[in-house]
């Protein structure tokens, strides 16, 4: 059943997983992200958004596919490097972002599996915390198929009532790490259960902002390929790309390699994270490029994330968590610009 | 076959062959897997890795009907095909795939068949064209119609000469040179100067993106109909399998659920490519 943790006893739930390696929200060099819980005394969740969201953990910014190195027989010598090692523990993702990590599932599963997220993602425990205020000026979870309580992808919801977590394990996997500390709960009792209720019913009413009516917004997208609107809305984009790198369902990668010697040669195939906000991310080697300007741009990231998904997978691939509008320097908002497109008149 | 996509699967370079010099030199290359390699499709490509150097898409231009080798066309472009020119007899290189979906020319038995290619573009409807040949007797009348911008650009030269003893051949260039006795002008112009039947015949066009566009147009004009029409679409890709987020065309992957399209399916995408 569901349980309560007293918040003095938080450190003693993480010190107990040392299976684990257990990021937490730390706030480093005046930014808050999701990092090693080095000294689990010092963590607390009591934090606003972190800048990078939680698919860092599942899907990093930089990783090894393999080693090539230059061999006397068969030419090459390759050396698979699937992630290995303890599996992670992530303490506070927000619901939106849990949410988000569902929707980079459909991405790297399907047909053909990508083994290197699959490792990390299937290992993964993410420990929600649900949000009792919005924990960022541009939230809007409600309007996009989410909630500040959602516990869609979480493996653990924790709500905050005030001096303890009401805490639910919600899969085998967060059953399990509740488990592994069991001493350090107690059981919950009603009254904790209707207090968990009331913090997320009320939560509901407090978000930042919302983006009504936008069930006609994938149609009314396909018929806007063409239009002018592009451009007038991407005037000012300065093709930096963090609305895209700091997105939590975000997910294009490039690929390459990198020498370490040449002779030999031996090096490592890498990938990393790549945004579809450069202009050569389509360019072909020609020159030709599909998408050859900010206005294509943004117009990808609109109907990637309000069209192409919702064709594909009936689901907007944006959780509202804001951080695009909140990040972008000069002010491209997403609520904004889709509200538009829902009042376009063509 | 592997559980990681995204390992190579290392080859040998079995045969080189100069197709065109110059500084768009075109060369082709013939590979053998060292050990358990995979079956292709035609239509298909399959990632070609120059290790230290990265991977290119390439189109697969051998005919799956001929297991001993899988050949692929390159014009040199950019880092990795400048490094896969550099390769010679006995180089190692991986390859992985196949990627795509494939001429569905199962359900063209009977049916003529015209290709119409472009420079480079031959290489993907090479693939359709020897298994066609190969299966002659299932098939109707061959004709293909292909152009380069000079006479030195076109690819397959000695293989273009002893094709037109097995099927109907209209070659192109663009600008009149002295020795010509073929077409001058583009591919499509010739489309339009032989206008082909299209009863009962399939069209494929491939060549660089303006190229397919006139030649569609052109096709449409003496009758083909958009479901006669087919194409293979390039975009820029890395990982293969619909994940890395480049070469889509609306919801479309292009190395997925591409490359191969029908003038009715793609039209029915945004003009993105």
Request: with cysteine.
């Amino acid at each position: 059943m569901d349980k309560i943790l007293a918040k003095k006893d938080f450190s003693r739930w993480l010190e107990a997983l040392g299976a684990y390696d257990v990021y937490a929200p730390r706030l480093i060099d005046d930014v808050w992200n999701y990092e090693l819980a080095a000294d689990p005394k010092a963590i607390s969740l009591d934090y606003p958004q972190t800048a990078i969201p939680a698919k860092k953990i599942v899907f990093p910014q930089r990783e090894f596919f393999f080693e090539f190195h230059e061999a006397d027989t068969d030419g090459y010598e390759l050396k698979e490097l699937l992630p290995g090692g303890k599996p992670a523990v992530i303490f506070g993702v927000r619901p939106c972002e849990g949410k988000a990590v569902t929707l980079t599932d459909l991405v790297f599963g399907g047909e053909i599996k990508d083994d290197y997220y699959w490792k990390r993602r299937n290992s993964a425990v993410l420990v929600g915390l649900a949000c009792a205020s919005p924990p960022s000026a541009n939230c809007f979870c409600l309007s996009v198929n989410g909630s500040p309580h959602s516990k869609e992808g979480l493996d653990v919801l924790l709500t905050d009532l005030g001096d303890h977590y009401y805490v639910e394990a919600l899969t085998d996997k967060g059953k399990k790490l509740v488990s592994e500390a069991g001493a350090v709960f107690h059981e919950a009792k009603p009254g904790d259960k209707k207090a968990a209720e009331k913090i997320h019913a009320d939560s509901e009413k407090k978000l930042s902002r919302e983006l009504k009516n936008i069930k006609d917004v994938p149609a009314k997208l396909k018929g806007m390929f063409a239009s002018p609107f592009w451009d007038d809305e991407s005037m000012s984009c300065i093709r930096c790309g963090i609305c895209t790198y700091l997105c939590p369902t975000c997910h294009c990668f490039d690929i390459n390699d990198e020498v370490e010697s040449q002779s030999p040669l031996a090096g490592r195939r890498v990938r990393t994270w790549d945004t579809c906000q450069f202009p050569d991310f389509t360019m072909h080697s020609s020159g030709h490029n599909p998408r050859p300007d900010k206005a294509a741009r943004l117009r990808q990231r609109i109907n990637h994330k309000f069209q192409y998904f919702v064709e594909a997978w009936q689901n907007y691939q944006c959780t509202g968590c804001g951080r695009c509008i909140t990040l972008c320097p000069v002010g491209i908002d997403i609520i904004k610009v889709v509200e538009k497109v829902r009042d376009h008149v063509s | 076959m592997s559980a990681n996509v995204y390992l190579p699967k290392l080859a040998q370079v079995i045969s080189v062959k100069d197709e065109v010099g110059g500084v768009r030199a075109i060369k082709t290359f013939r590979t053998k897997f060292l050990a358990e390699g995979f079956t292709h499709r035609c239509g298909q490509c399959a990632m070609l890795s120059v290790f230290g150097k990265g991977e290119s898409m390439i189109s697969i231009s051998s005919s799956p009907l001929v297991t001993d080798y899988l050949q692929f066309s390159i014009l040199k472009m950019g880092r990795v095909t400048s490094a896969i020119h550099d390769l010679e007899v006995g180089s190692i290189i991986g390859i992985r795939g196949p990627y795509g979906n494939a001429f569905p020319i199962e359900s063209w038995k009977g049916k003529n068949i015209l290709f119409a290619g472009g420079g480079i573009g031959l290489a993907p409807i090479w693939s359709v064209l020897q298994t066609a040949l190969l299966q002659k007797k299932d098939y109707g009348d061959l004709t293909l119609i292909y152009g380069a911008r000079t006479s030195p650009d076109i690819v397959f030269k000695e293989e273009l000469r002893d094709l037109k003893s097995k099927m109907t051949v209209h070659l192109s260039i663009d600008v009149a040179e002295p020795d010509w006795k073929e077409f001058v002008g583009f591919v499509a112009q010739n489309i339009l100067d032989k206008k082909p039947s299209a009863v009962n015949t399939i069209a494929i066009t491939c060549g660089p993106p303006i190229m397919i566009k006139t030649c569609i147009k052109a096709l449409s004009e003496i009758g083909f109909k958009d479901e006669q029409i087919y194409t293979t679409v390039e975009n820029k890709m890395k990982c293969g399998i619909g994940k890395c987020g480049r070469c889509n065309i609306g919801r479309h992957y292009v190395c997925k659920d591409g490359p191969v399209y029908s003038w009715a399916e793609l039209r029915q995408l945004p003009q993105e490519y």
